[in-house]
């Protein structure tokens, strides 16, 4: 099966950490996509969907921690941009809670073309400003060592 979202190098906006959590993000959105292609039931869908959105609102917090400490500008509207993608998911998830709504390929249509979007958009913005003003582009050597061995923790954050 074609991959929902098949990653590209292009995408990445040159911030180590932000590019791997997009990477994962769109992994993950595979993964989903793939079980609602093999016709799975909600009681599989679901874990995989609330991973998702814990993966999802992590890596917001992260971004917007690189956005406040770097003194970004757009800080607060890049903010409202997360936000309103987590309001829409929580709202989903009440909405399967109580029975109704479904975890279909139309939403992973709208989840695929709002990160990609976002991504390509806002993070980019983002990804030039913060380089710009001197942050740094990788872990440090030491920091990347100690994530090596400690792995599995570290997988996505
Ligand atoms: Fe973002």
Redesign the pocket.
């Known amino acids: 099966m074609t991959e929902l979202f098949a990653w590209s190098e292009t995408l990445n906006v040159g911030i180590q950490e932000v590019d791997e959590q997009h990477r994962a993000l769109s992994d993950h959105l595979n993964a989903l996509a793939e079980a609602v292609g093999a016709n799975s039931e909600m009681a599989a869908l679901r874990p995989i969907l609330d991973d998702l959105a814990d993966d999802a609102r992590t890596?917001?917090a992260l971004?917007e921690s690189l956005m406040r400490v770097s003194n970004y500008p757009e800080f607060q509207a890049?903010k409202q941009?997360?936000e309103a993608l987590m309001g829409q998911m929580l709202a989903l998830q009440e909405r399967l809670d109580r029975g109704e709504g479904t975890i279909n390929f139309e939403l992973l249509h709208f989840l695929k073309v709002w990160l990609s979007n976002?991504?390509d958009e806002?993070?980019r913005r983002?990804g030039a400003y913060f380089l710009s003003i001197g942050g740094s582009s990788g872990w440090a050597p030491q920091v990347a060592s100690s994530m090596a061995t400690t792995r599995r923790r570290w997988k996505f954050w």
Do not use: K
Request: glycine share 0%; net charge negative.
């Open positions: 890596h917001f971004e890049h941009l997360h976002h991504i806002a993070d983002f």
